[in-house]
């Protein structure tokens, strides 16, 4: 049986301000008639998560963020903004538990809500700095968005939505998904905010070469070999 080609794909979290700024983007860019683009959550897990991933051979790949790389985002993300002509506040984040707005969004696509959810969080987070990990903070955002609060700030209690979170990191891990925003259309995949002009180019190109074609194996095989890994997952 011939396997139907997936269409295109992109990996988003509440937590990073260039996720948030290329799905931003995406939609005022996205050329019409293109093929709808499927939104998927990645997220840094707490700890039953990240155990159920282990058990099922999976991993989230994540390397905590320096303090250089940390302020160099504030100072990246507030140019950014500017250049965008976005309006953004600045969110302070003291222990928080990602499940509470990633589950949520999980719920919600059930309903097929999901949008209606992620525009309300990001416009907390980003647009009025507010602690959307707080369950009491996301079902208020949820009801003045119309939306059922009370189930959505409960949903990373869920075991069954947790069971779909396990799932939705999994997948994440087998499509080689390191850091978010993360692009894929076809075979080809693009990492950052400043790769998401490739990934609109390739959403209208015919399918191409295989992406590491041309690569001598020597190479693909010496990991780590024009680089390490940076500190943490958003670009």
Not at 8 to 35: I, K, T
Not at 70 to 81: C, E, G, I, M, N
Request: hydrophobic share 40%; charged share 25%; glycine share 8%.
């Amino acid at each position: 049986m011939t396997r139907r080609p997936r269409h295109p794909r992109l990996y988003f979290n509440f937590r990073s301000p260039y996720s948030w700024m290329a799905l931003r983007q995406l939609d005022a860019l996205l050329p019409p008639g293109v093929e709808p683009v499927d939104r998927h959550p990645y997220w840094d897990p707490d700890a039953e998560i990240r155990a159920a991933l282990g058990r099922r051979g999976a991993e989230v790949l994540y390397t905590p963020m320096t303090k250089a790389k940390h302020l160099y985002v504030l100072a990246d993300t507030k140019r950014l903004a500017r250049h965008f002509g976005y309006v953004m506040a600045w969110p302070v984040d003291v222990d928080p538990c990602w499940e509470v707005p990633h589950l949520a969004w999980l719920h919600a696509r059930r309903g097929g809500t999901e949008e209606v959810l992620y525009r309300a969080l990001v416009a907390a987070r980003w647009e009025r700095g507010e602690d959307i990990c707080d369950p009491h903070v996301l079902h208020r955002v949820a009801q003045e968005a119309g939306l059922d609060g009370a189930a959505l700030a409960a949903a990373h209690r869920d075991p069954g939505i947790r069971e779909e979170a396990v799932e939705a990191l999994e997948a994440a891990y087998h499509d080689d998904v390191f850091g978010v925003p993360y692009f894929m259309a076809g075979r080809q995949r693009f990492w950052g905010l400043d790769r998401l002009g490739l990934f609109l180019r390739a959403l209208t190109a015919e399918s191409g070469p295989e992406p590491l074609e041309g690569v001598p194996h020597e190479v693909r095989r010496a990991v780590g070999s024009y680089d390490r890994d940076t500190a943490g997952g958003c670009g």
